[in-house]
Structures are given as C-alpha cells and as structure tokens.
C-alpha cells in the first residue's frame, strides 16, 4: 500500500471488529476496568460512570509518556461528574506502542502494521456499543504524549468525536504540505493531501496550554522539523496556533481551532486535567453538539 490509503483499509478492520463487538451492558457506577480486542490488538480500558444523571458524553482520555491510564481516569473523575460524562482512559502500554506508535500515532505508515491513531475511531465505536449510548457526542483529551497522540488522530485519521483537547504535547502537526507526516502533511499521497489539511483545519481542536509550561525541552526525540516549532510546549503551542490560523485564512476555509492558558500551571496533568478552562471547553462542545 502506498505510505497512507488509511480510510479504505481500516474500512476492513472496523467491518470485521464491529462484526464480532460485544453488546451494550449495564458498565457499573464509579471506576470500573474492561479488555477489548481491537485489529489484532488486546486494550485494557479503565473507566469511570458517574452515578445518578443522565449521560451527556463520552470522554477519552490519553496517559502522557508513562501510559498511567488509570490515573489519568482517577483525575478526571471530578470533570466526568460535573459534566455527567463517561471517562475512557484505554492503555496504550510502550512495550506495545513505542514512541512511534503513540506519539507519532504509527505514521509514515508501513503494510506490516495498523498507524494505532486509526485505533481511535474503533475504541470510539466500542466505547458507544458497549455503554449503549448511540446518541451522546464523543470528546478526546489528552496531554503531553497523549495530545501528540491525538494530534495525529485528527490531522491523519479522525473519527466521530466532537472535539479534540490537546494539552501540552511537545510536537504538532504542522498545517502545511512541505514538512513530511508525522510532523506535517508531506508525503501524504496525492490527491489527497490538501482535502485533508483543510479538514484539520476546520476541526474543532482545543489547544489548552500550562502558562507556566516553560522548560526548554531537548531535541534529542524529536525531528529538527519538531524542533523547529519551539523551544518550549508553551511555545509550540502558540506557534501551531498561529499557524493554523494563517494557514486557514490562506485557503479559505474555516478555523475550527481554539487557543487557552492555564494560569499557575506547568506541566503538571492533574491540574490541566482539573482546570476550569477544560471544563469550560468540553461544556462548550457537549452544548454545540446538543443543539444541532
């Protein structure tokens, strides 16, 4: 296959997943823990329900570089119940995913292995099934590594979800066709390349920021193109944004993103995960959603 035809060929692994999905069950109240398999891969999802109110969301939530999805749940438990949300928070262990596959999301992508940002759009679909809620919108959120993860999800192989949080990654995906994927969308194979950055435009892309996120960070793991975006993810992140911006206006399209800084905040998950400016934008995607 050439380096990305992803929609027709993961077109074959969502048929044959969705084929075998268990059925929706009662997931209980509180924290809880589910295995699912997905495209030849095994997941443990740790999960929180709120008790006592009607479901509003689903949020997926992505560990940072020491894959702790369990505590990422645990910290986001105070955002799922003032938002009446279900938490997802599946494990993406290094072992399993290296640097690769997660923070680069598995791309430039190669015959022998399925890029795991396509992994996204399954959990989403396995998420909806076994929760039995069809209708409610899909949030993602992630930090440090798990935004770069995310990152890739919506610049290479979105799903369904309403609106994606990316919180403090340390690289982006440059919104031009000049740098090559994972960094930007070079090397994406024709015609598809400029259709697609224009939709990673006009996603809804929440970037919320640590205003205290200021360490310079080593180039030592990234590319000189990563480099090149920053000193710091304070940094990179104003950048990114600045550049989509400029990047839209260039090709007539509309801007979905959105830029917010956590005051008093470094990089630091639980406190981005408790911020108000988070709950502010995942109460802003859940009440779009509800109005369409």
């Known amino acids: 296959m050439p ?82 949300s279900l938490v997802f928070a599946p494990e993406f262990p290094v072992w399993q995913f290296p640097v690769q596959q997660y923070q680069r999301g598995g791309f430039p992508a190669s015959q022998q292995k399925m890029p795991a940002a396509s992994y996204m759009r399954l959990l989403e679909q396995w998420a909806r099934t076994i929760s039995d ?91 000189a193109a990563a480099s090149e975006q920053g000193r710091n993810r304070l940094e990179r992140g104003q950048w990114a944004y600045a550049q989509g911006r400029e990047q839209a206006e260039k090709l007539s399209v509309p801007f979905g993103w959105s830029i917010t800084l956590v005051p008093a905040t470094g990089h630091v998950a639980s406190k981005m995960l408790a911020s108000a400016e988070l709950q502010d934008a995942v109460e802003s995607a859940i009440r779009s959603a509800s109005s369409r």
């Open 3 to 84: 380096e990305l035809k992803t929609s027709a060929w993961l077109a074959g692994f969502i048929l044959a997943v969705t084929a075998g999905m268990a059925g929706a069950k009662d997931l209980p109240e509180g924290r809880s823990l589910e295995h699912v398999a997905l495209g030849g891969e095994q997941f443990e999802v740790p999960i929180f329900r709120p008790a006592s109110c009607q479901i509003r969301a689903i949020l997926f939530v992505l560990a940072g570089k020491n894959r702790n999805s369990t505590t990422y749940r645990d910290d986001a438990i105070p955002l799922a119940r003032n938002e009446c």
């Open 133 to 223: 809620e069809p209708g409610v919108p899909i949030i993602l959120v992630g930090h440090s590594a798990g935004a770069q993860y995310l990152e890739r999800v919506a610049a290479y192989a979105p799903g369904e979800e309403v609106m994606t949080v990316i919180m403090n990654p340390a690289t982006y995906v440059e919104p031009e066709t000049e740098t090559a994927v994972p960094y930007g969308f070079g090397n994406w194979p024709e015609p598809a390349s400029l259709p697609d950055l224009k939709r990673y435009l006009s996603r809804n892309i929440a970037v919320i920021l640590g205003a205290e996120d200021t360490e310079t960070s080593s180039a030592t793991y990234h590319s």
